[in-house]
């Protein structure tokens, strides 16, 4: 082993070669190449296989990292995607949007100096070269089965869920109340971070694996949650959160002031190829603005970048916290920074400057003062710490929480947290109600795709053994 592998004394970490910053500003590609094959092994020769792996401890999926890293450096590739496959459904998504820096890599222990294997970029890496080469196949199930399972959402969570379902012969109807199945990765994550084209291959795949989809379609409006359970022998809500947070503050319904995913989901239209009419009027299109994004997250992140992208005279960026304590990923903030957005950290709004449409934001400088139970620093106002900066367009990313959901779902017997999510039972993940299930961020609030992706993949196994419970007790009533 030690001759391929423990090679962090000797190599340097490497990433795929990422596009400089002019490159990337003048479209919306993704930022990173791929491996070539012989670096690809060599970066994953880097791993020191540890005895107990905290990269895999802190991996969502438990991904059997040292394992995948071990086969790809001796070239064994396809069985590198047997291993990395069995646990995640989506394993070149992750690849390119687990924030690694706060999950795998960050915990990976290789000794202080060095730095971590580049564990994403080889799981991308692994994945693609297992699409490129025909080795991921439509599902095939051993045998069909009678049941059905209902689906809210197309969003990573239902995805996987549909996936292992269909695995163990189930019959899987996904409904989304949008036009394309995706979710968030379609309609939320830009192509800069996640070409459309990946995820459509995956959505594709599961097609051919017998999964039906019904895109335009609401549960709660369009067909009811009842009818829904009795269409199918157990229903999963994976549908996400989707109530964006708002400011209080003078000025904020003043024109050019937008929700974030408003503006996200625009851009990624256009991106699609669909006539957006509010981006071709101007609306929410940045080019030639003055641009200020509030929020310090993944959310806010992805709002700077397209800006710079559509072309933005400046592109600012308020948050009321500093870099170390932050949400989003640092990862993110250097690719921002890079691209020439400015962080003017310590900051909130205090007003939105204009008479109809917004021509600045005053804000005032924040102190963090004593950290709360949460373990967080509170921030307060600095007395007389006012200024202003000027903006034609202000973004809105301050996080989302669970829209009315037993309204929404016309069901006032679906139990809520006092968080809004849906409450679950986590042995089993069912809801309140029999037979319908809950994963994703609907139970979690806004998390991750890789957890979306767990929660999706654990649900499956309380769904069939649900299932099998019922066809069992059936099949005795029957006798
Ligand atoms: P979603 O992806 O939200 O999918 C839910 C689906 O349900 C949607 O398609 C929706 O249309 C559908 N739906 C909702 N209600 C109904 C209904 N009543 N009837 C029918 N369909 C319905 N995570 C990362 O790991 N890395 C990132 O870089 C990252 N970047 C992000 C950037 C942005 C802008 C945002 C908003 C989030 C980002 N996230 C990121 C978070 C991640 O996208 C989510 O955690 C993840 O998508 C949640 O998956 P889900 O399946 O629970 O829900
Ligand atoms: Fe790391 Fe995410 Fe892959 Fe897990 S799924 S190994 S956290 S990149
Ligand atoms: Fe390899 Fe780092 Fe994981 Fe250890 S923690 S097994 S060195 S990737």
């Known amino acids: 082993m030690a001759e391929r592998m423990l090679k962090f004394v000797s190599v ?4 795929p070669d990422k596009r400089e910053p002019a490159a990337r500003r003048a479209d919306f590609d993704e930022i990173y190449g791929e491996f070539a094959r012989e670096k690809a092994a060599e970066q994953a020769g880097r791993c020191s ?3 107990i792996p905290f990269c895999q401890v802190h991996c969502p999926l438990s991904n059997n990292i040292p394992d995948w890293l071990k086969l790809t450096a001796e070239g064994r590739l396809e069985e590198a995607y047997e291993v990395s496959s069995a646990t995640n459904n989506f394993p070149e998504i992750c690849g ?10 960050g915990n990976c222990v290789i000794e202080k100096g060095f ?3 580049s564990i994403g970029a080889v799981e991308k890496y692994i994945t693609d070269t297992a699409f490129e080469r025909g080795w991921i196949r439509p599902v095939k199930p051993r045998r069909e089965l009678d049941q059905s399972v209902g689906i809210v959402g197309g969003g990573p969570g239902g995805l996987a869920a549909a996936e292992q379902l269909r695995r163990r012969g189930y019959q899987v109807q996904v409904y989304d109340r949008h036009d394309r199945i995706g979710g968030l990765l379609i309609y939320g994550i830009p192509n800069f971070k996640l070409e459309k084209h990946i995820v459509e291959r995956r959505t594709k795949l599961l097609a051919e694996s017998g999964v039906t989809f019904h895109c335009n379609v609401e549960i709660g409006r369009d067909v009811s949650l009842a009818e829904l359970r ?5 229903v999963l809500i994976a549908s996400g959160v989707y109530g964006a947070r708002d400011i209080k503050a003078p000025g904020v319904g003043l024109d050019g002031i937008h929700a974030a995913l408003d503006y996200l989901v625009a851009s990624n239209r256009v991106g699609l190829g669909d006539s957006v009419p509010a981006f071709a009027d101007g609306t929410l299109d940045a080019r030639g603005k003055n641009v200020v994004v509030i929020g310090g997250g993944d959310t806010a992140m992805d709002c700077v970048r397209t800006a710079v992208r559509q072309g933005a005279k400046s592109v600012r960026c308020l948050y009321r916290r500093d870099r170390a304590n932050m949400p989003g990923s640092q990862r993110e903030v250097q690719h921002a920074e890079e691209e020439g957005v400015e962080f003017v950290w310590l900051s909130a709004p205090e007003a939105f400057l204009g008479d109809r449409r917004i021509r600045g934001v005053r804000a005032h400088r924040i102190h963090l003062g004593v950290a709360d139970s949460s373990g967080r620093q509170t921030p307060s106002a600095i007395e007389g710490s006012s200024f202003s900066v000027d903006a034609d367009m202000a973004i809105k990313a301050l996080g989302f929480d669970p829209e009315d959901l037993p309204v929404l779902f016309g069901e006032p017997a679906l139990e809520v947290t006092q968080w809004g999510t849906l409450k679950i039972n986590h042995r089993t993940m069912m809801t309140s109600l029999e037979g319908v299930f809950a994963a994703g961020d609907v139970v979690r609030g806004a998390s991750l795709v890789v957890w979306a992706v767990r929660d999706g993949r654990d649900a499956a196994d309380s769904i069939r053994t649900y299932l099998q419970a019922k066809a069992s007790a059936q099949s005795l009533a029957a006798d």
């Open 115 to 117: 730095e971590s294997v």
């Open 49 to 51: 296989q540890c005895g």
């Open 96 to 105: 390119r949007i687990c924030p690694q820096d706060r999950l795998c890599e």
């Open 12 to 15: 340097e970490k490497g990433m």
């Open 230 to 234: 009795q269409r199918h022998d157990a």
